[in-house]
């Protein structure tokens, strides 16, 4: 299998239920990899979350980490895909002076140009929202800090995956063998 | 009519009687079938435990002397009998001293269930008095674990800790159980667990994956077997044994994976790993097909990885999906239970011999003799050896004995050396290898075995890690032997300190306690033998006692367990000397 560092989402359907999310994380922690995002959320499936975690990792660790989380009793599915098999995007906000907008005729350029999105503004300071891939974020970043940022943060990865992953199904299946 | 509907009633009643947290967690237990479970009492769990005393006619608790002991004691009723072992603590400090055993049960798939108490939950995250967050801690070393803070949440809760634990491959569970959830009252109705939906314990064995591995053996002129404790955990003896014999198969165990077939079978040909049998070791890089059945490729049995079996292709049965191509490169993985997957394959199978392959076995078996087993076993030298005390407790016990062996250079001479006629008589804590292991475990196989002879082995060091366990054994007049094979050194680290570390005994010199004056403060008989000519008429006493008995055997102090293959070196490195 291929030993090449790369970047894989690993999409994992599970349980709501307290604790899981340490259950996961000490997966990677106890082999020293780091997370480089982490984002959970209800799944299209009723009572079901979905954690979508980004590793830069190689893809036979990829494979032994899903394998490790499918083991643990209340995680439903596990997946891993690298980008191209991924529609992916992360969301950004950025707090900045409302002096600025009116001081600094490029803020307005750089805002439309970056297909970011006005959220708020009032006499203090407005706030900015823009989500896409982490270089369009980064850009617009490296562009706004020269004229000062009151606050900046960013989501961790959300992303879809091109292939089916049938949980439903799979629910579907034990609910006919149980009742 | 009226009757009928009467009896309805009674059901009804039956079915939803009102009693509190603390006696649901009593009756769901009796439910499960637990007769015994081992623990340490304290203020968070005391509302369970004053049930308990209601109900000491159904199930008996025995008090350790450490909540180590019991977790510990807990493992060694499961392993012997494969029923879930039962361990129970109070909040803070019980909850924390469980974990080495929570976590030795994890690593080697034994199932057990853990309950702790947990203070009030109005008190949860305020550092409470004996307040830990056991669940947090416990995690990464459980199969599963819970906190419950409702009364109500406790018949589901175990329910469900009982079947994880003890379903697909077992493993420990932890169920947290808040004071106010005990004190709490609740409608009390069980139902056994039955599944989890986001848990498939056992996956489908692959018939095509059956039939492929049936054409690689058929057609293997140097096929080897290596067989885990995945063998004992699913019942598979017979079918080992069966597919063993009619393919005419050499095959070698793990550790664990030992008892599992007689010691004596003709096929049986030895441990593999770090002290293994030079064949089986030496062979593994020599074999064409490598069946790993129920086995995990632990770094102690593959040694160097990028050498190990490279010339061989893998066969891999598993019941967990994690294992395969964890450590090695499979070329055709069986998933499913091994009882399930051998049955299968056993028909599909060619009747075989293979006596050239196997009288390689026989050749290296012998120079392994004439260099190590002959010195252990027959020693000419005046100093005792391990392994002659091990060959006179085969003599006494006919090899019918269950062996609890504790960690270091006595396990790896007891796993080597004991005869083992019957399963699961092999207790041990392997993957983790827990000093302190033997003396609690054994506790709990003479009680879950009482018709069995239990006898510990046990190194001066390990000995001392749960010595207080004696006041269980003496308290609850369980007649465990016990052996202690004392060298006066942490042995295992010093053999190591001799061959990589210029003899530097960094602190595994131990000055010792007079043992069996420690055993006779607990009541215990007990002997001490320092001369050849005591060793067996000492062994013969021992065994013939119906009560506990402790023999401490004064040993060499600076003998070598061999054959070794060196940390990070190849199986076919192994050496002799």
């Known amino acids: 299998m291929n030993e090449e560092i790369k970047t894989y989402t690993i999409s994992v359907y599970t349980e709501n239920n307290i604790g899981l999310l340490n259950r996961i994380s000490a997966i990677f922690q106890r082999r020293h990899i780091n997370i480089e995002s982490l984002t959970t959320s209800q799944s299209e499936i009723e009572n079901v979350n979905r954690f979508v975690i980004v590793v830069n990792t190689a893809e036979n660790q990829a494979s032994k980490l899903v394998k490790q989380i499918e083991k643990q009793v209340e995680a439903l599915r596990a997946y891993y895909h690298t980008d191209e098999e991924t529609i992916f995007t992360e969301s950004c906000m950025f707090k900045i002076k409302s002096d600025l907008l009116f001081e600094e005729p490029q803020i307005q350029n750089i805002i439309k140009e970056s297909n970011a999105r006005i959220v708020t503004v009032n006499k203090k300071f407005f706030v900015l929202e823009k989500s896409g891939r982490r270089h369009e974020i980064e850009l617009l970043r490296r562009e706004l800090s020269a004229f000062g940022i009151m606050q900046f943060v960013r989501s961790g990865r959300i992303a879809v995956t091109k292939d089916e992953m049938k949980i439903t199904e799979m629910l579907e299946a034990f609910n006919n063998n149980t009742i | 009519m009226k009757t009928e509907t009467a009896k309805k009633t009674q059901n009804m009643v039956e079915k939803t009687e009102r009693i509190t947290g603390s006696e649901a967690v009593i009756r769901c237990l009796i439910e499960e079938g637990v007769d015994i479970l081992y623990g340490y009492p304290g203020g968070a769990i005391m509302p369970v435990y004053d049930e308990l005393y209601k109900f000491q006619d159904q199930i008996t608790h025995v008090l350790t002397r450490h909540e180590q002991g019991a977790t510990h004691a807990a493992q060694g009723y499961a392993r012997i009998s494969g029923k879930v072992g039962v361990a129970m603590a109070t909040s803070g400090p019980g909850a924390t001293n469980l974990i080495t055993g929570i976590a030795d049960a994890q690593i080697d798939s034994t199932p057990m269930v853990c309950i702790t108490g947990q203070v009030f939950s109005s008190l949860l995250g305020s550092d409470a008095f004996q307040e830990t967050d056991i669940v947090g801690i416990s995690t990464p070393v459980t199969k599963w674990n819970c906190q419950v803070t409702n009364a109500a949440d406790i018949p589901e809760a175990l329910a469900k800790a009982f079947y994880i634990a003890k379903s697909g491959r077992p493993g420990p569970v932890l169920v947290d159980i808040t004071k106010d959830a005990q004190q709490g009252e609740l409608d009390f109705k069980y139902e056994k667990c039955k599944g989890v939906r986001s848990y498939k314990p056992v996956p489908d064995t692959d018939l095509e994956a059956v039939a492929k591995a049936a054409e690689l053996i058929n057609n293997a002129k140097k096929p080897l077997i290596v067989w885990g404790q995945g063998v004992i955990l699913?019942?598979?003896?017979?079918?080992?044994?069966?597919?063993?014999?009619?393919?005419?198969?050499?095959?070698?165990?793990?550790?664990?994976?030992?008892?599992?077939?007689?010691?004596?079978?003709?096929?049986?040909?030895?441990m593999v790993g770090m002290h293994g049998n030079y064949a089986p070791n030496k062979l593994t890089n020599e074999c064409d097909v490598l069946i790993a059945i129920g086995m995990r490729f632990d770094d102690r049995v593959t040694g160097k990885l990028s050498t190990y079996a490279k010339q061989a292709k893998v066969i891999h049965f598993e019941i967990d999906p994690a294992e395969i191509d964890k450590n090695v490169k499979t070329d055709v993985a069986v998933l499913g239970d091994s009882k399930s997957s051998l049955a299968a394959l056993l028909p599909l199978l060619n009747e075989n011999s293979h006596s050239a392959w196997h009288d390689e076995f026989k050749k290296l078996y012998q120079i392994e003799f004439e260099k190590v087993i002959k010195n252990d076993i027959h020693p000419v030298k005046e100093g005792l050896t391990m392994g002659e005390v091990l060959r006179q407790i085969n003599t006494y016990t006919k090899g019918n004995a269950a062996i609890v062996s504790d960690v270091g250079q006595h396990q790896m001479i007891a796993c080597r050396y004991s005869e083992f006629n019957i399963t699961k008589s092999n207790i041990t804590s392997g993957g983790l290898g827990t000093m302190g292991f033997a003396l609690p475990a054994a506790i709990g196989a003479k009680m879950a075995a009482p018709e069995r002879e239990v006898?510990?082995?046990?190194?001066?060091?390990?000995?001392?890690?749960?010595?207080?366990e004696l006041g269980t054994i003496f308290q609850n007049k369980i007649p465990v032997k016990i052996v202690v094979l004392n060298n006066e050194f942490l042995g295992m680290v010093r053999q190591w300190q001799q061959l990589f570390f210029d003899k530097r005994y960094a602190s595994t010199e131990m000055t010792n306690p007079d043992f069996v004056a420690i055993a006779k403060g607990y009541y215990i008989d007990a002997k001490r033998v320092v001369k050849r000519e005591e060793l067996a008429s000492a062994v013969e006493e021992m065994i013939a006692s119906k009560g506990p008995y402790f023999l401490e055997v004064c040993v060499e102090k600076e003998d070598n367990v061999f054959p070794m293959i060196p940390a990070g070196a190849s199986v076919s490195d192994i050496r002799l000397s």
Do not use: C, F, R
């Open chain 2, 234 to 270: 699913g019942q598979a003896e017979a079918e080992l044994k069966a597919v063993i014999e009619k393919g005419g198969i050499p095959a070698a165990w793990t550790i664990l994976g030992a008892s599992a077939l007689p010691t004596s079978h003709p096929l049986n040909v030895g």
């Open chain 2, 455 to 468: 006898v510990a082995i046990i190194g001066d060091g390990g000995y001392q890690m749960t010595i207080q």
